[in-house]
């Protein structure tokens, strides 16, 4: 009678904790909802995904309505996987902190938080099945400047390469080095290298590009980045940073989305 009696007691307990945070679950739920319906209508909306995901993942260990939610030691590091509540076939990364966009000067300080490597590592989030034959090496990452952007929270576009970038990179293989950023002469103003290497734990892209390009580092709010992993005719396996920023040029063509191709139909 003892066992029978000590079980219940824990069902009831258990159950009065659930009963507990029930309303604020309910909450959650409903703040999504009302986010998702909204269409992305206001530039705080994915901000109040990412909060969201966070609260609903620490109470139930959900990160609904996330793919996944990654808390890190520094608060700036952690970052949630979704998908564009506007767009179901986009899949973004984005920190937990309020990081407006690459614009941050928090991002190029000393031990910065490198979104790039984070979202590379979280790749397979981004690959549909029906893309499940696609080489690590076809994948893609793009962050949009301020002024293209829906959103005021960094977002960094998961997928694959566009065929437009995929000949542009081809294109112009001969004259991109990895020793410093190139300018391709595009009328578009990019400006491109090349980094051998199997990930990007050792290269931050924000800071090559702030580093590399002529005048971003003071003018990142209007800088448009794209990372594309490549292997090389003897097999080189790396990356190739494109950049350009869009005070020069007005043209529209070249932003994340036209980077990026969500499905990964190579």
């Known amino acids: 009678m003892s066992h029978v009696f000590g079980h219940d007691w824990l069902i009831s307990r258990n159950s009065k904790s659930r009963m507990k945070y029930r309303p604020v679950v309910l909450s959650i739920s409903l703040v999504i909802a009302v986010i998702i319906m909204s269409s992305f209508a206001s530039r705080s909306a994915l901000g109040l995904v990412v909060e969201a995901c966070e609260i609903n993942s620490t109470l139930t260990g ?8 990654v808390q890190a030691q520094d608060p ?8 564009e509540p506007a767009d179901k076939e986009r899949t973004i ?5 309020d990081v407006p966009g690459i614009e941050d000067p928090r991002l190029l300080a000393a031990g910065a938080p490198n979104y790039f490597d984070a979202a590379w590592k979280e790749r397979t989030a981004a690959i549909s099945l029906r893309a499940g034959k696609v080489s690590p090496q076809d994948f893609a990452l793009a962050i949009n400047p301020a002024s293209w952007r829906t959103q005021d929270r960094l977002h960094v576009h998961m997928g694959c390469e566009t065929p437009r970038f995929r000949a542009l990179l081809k294109t112009h293989a001969a004259e991109i080095g990895s020793v410093r950023f190139t300018n391709l002469r595009t009328n578009a103003g990019w400006w491109a ?3 051998a290497a199997d990930d990007l734990s050792n290269l931050n892209p924000l800071t090559a590009v702030a580093d590399g390009v002529d005048g971003a580092r003071s003018n990142m709010e209007n800088v448009v980045v794209g990372v594309f992993g490549s292997t090389l005719p003897d097999g080189q396996h790396g990356f190739y940073i494109l950049a350009r920023i869009i005070g020069a040029n007005k043209s529209h063509g070249g932003s994340a989305e036209d980077m990026i191709d969500p499905k990964c139909q190579l």
């Open 62 to 69: 959900s990160p609904y309505p996330c793919l996944k939610v």
């Open 76 to 83: 700036l590091s952690a970052y949630v996987v979704l998908r």
């Open 193 to 195: 290298t090349f980094h």
């Open 93 to 97: 990364l984005a920190p937990l902190a």
